[in-house]
């Protein structure tokens, strides 16, 4: 959960999903724990491990920002959109570890994201219904209400369709607060740059 201050004195809240790669350590989207337009961040609490739902009244642990590599100035860049937080006050008991080899995955790969949906907002239904992609738009609605429960824990599942500079692209079903959501594939994360975490979490000595 990132709480946030903007210029005019307001607060607002928005979460995104993180996982544990160390007893400490977790990795999300850098996006996640930026601030938006006129605001600061002025928290960055964790809900706990695995739970089945999460709500802005949930107990939560404090967290902080250790590195990120992404630019607000230029979210499409060549940066990844990774941020490495710590939770000192947590020691998990377990974690998931990371694939040091890209290369592992391969094209046609059945993969799974692991996440916290939002609701689905009124502008992504209206994009939704102006591309005319869909069959059946009021069927497919309720099906994806059904499939991606708001600030449930959810699995989705998809097929790898490239691997370009160092870029996986995938195709399956997420929403925003997915954001930060494990890549998983043989019970190994996949993802890039894994050298920052690995820089990172040796330079602060708590593995």
Known sequence: MVEERKSDGTWAKSFGTAFFVTKTHLLTA?????????AEV????LFYAGCKTVDYGTNTIECKVVATLYDPDNPDGNK???ALLECPSQDAGTWLPISPKIDDLPVGAIVDIIGYPCYITDAQKEGFKK???LNDYSESM???ELMLRPKTLTVSRGIVEAIENNHIRYKLSSLCGMSG????????IY????????HH???RGSM
């Not at 959501?181 to 190994?188: G, I, T, V």
């Open 181 to 188: 959501a494990c890549l998983m594939y043989n019970e190994k």
């Open 80 to 82: 990844p959109d990774l």
């Open 42 to 45: 002025v928290g960055i609490r």
């Open 142 to 144: 309720r099906e994806a």
């Open 131 to 133: 591309k005319g992609s």
């Open 201 to 203: 979490r040796g330079a």
């Open 30 to 38: 850098g996006h996640v724990v930026q601030a938006g337009p006129d």
């Open 191 to 198: 993802g890039s740059p894994m050298e920052f975490f690995t």
